[in-house]
């Protein structure tokens, strides 16, 4: 199991640009699969992006996509989430997840993963 961070977050103006990252910590690899979900005051936690080996696969809910970009660059310890024409809506805590033996970022959105990350507060003003 791979101990996760994020940081990033923060206060926007809605339109506004708010970028996330996520770190596996000891240099430990992060996962074949990392996956970004968000969870808002009252409601249930949803998943937002998730991606397979540097990008090789990506999947977007339909709430954020073109808005939001799931990158990872060379190395394999950290997943950036960058967003953009934030709205209220897009609001909430912000948690990174990670599985180590996974092909298909999709499978994130609906199985429990490895890891979890503590979470990263995005608060949208209006």
């Known amino acids: 199991q791979v101990q996760l961070t994020e940081s990033g977050g923060g206060s926007v103006q809605a339109g506004g640009s708010l970028s996330l990252s996520c770190s596996s910590s000891?240099?430990?690899?992060?996962?074949?699969?990392v996956a970004w979900f968000r969870q808002a005051p009252g409601k249930e936690r949803e998943g937002v992006a998730s991606?397979?080996?540097?990008?090789?696969?990506?999947h977007y809910a339909d709430s954020v996509k073109g808005r939001f970009l799931i990158a990872q660059e060379s190395g394999e310890n950290t997943v950036f989430l960058q967003m953009k024409d934030l709205t209220p809506d897009d609001s909430g805590v912000y948690y990174c997840?990670?599985?180590?033996?996974?092909?298909?970022?999709?499978?994130?959105?609906?199985?429990?993963?490895?890891?979890w990350g503590k979470g990263t507060l995005v608060t949208v003003n209006p």
């Open positions: 997840a990670s599985t180590t033996l996974c092909w298909d970022p999709r499978r994130l959105f609906n199985e429990a993963p490895d890891s």
């Open positions: 000891g240099g430990a690899y992060i996962g074949n699969c």
């Open positions: 991606i397979y080996r540097r990008g090789a696969k990506t």
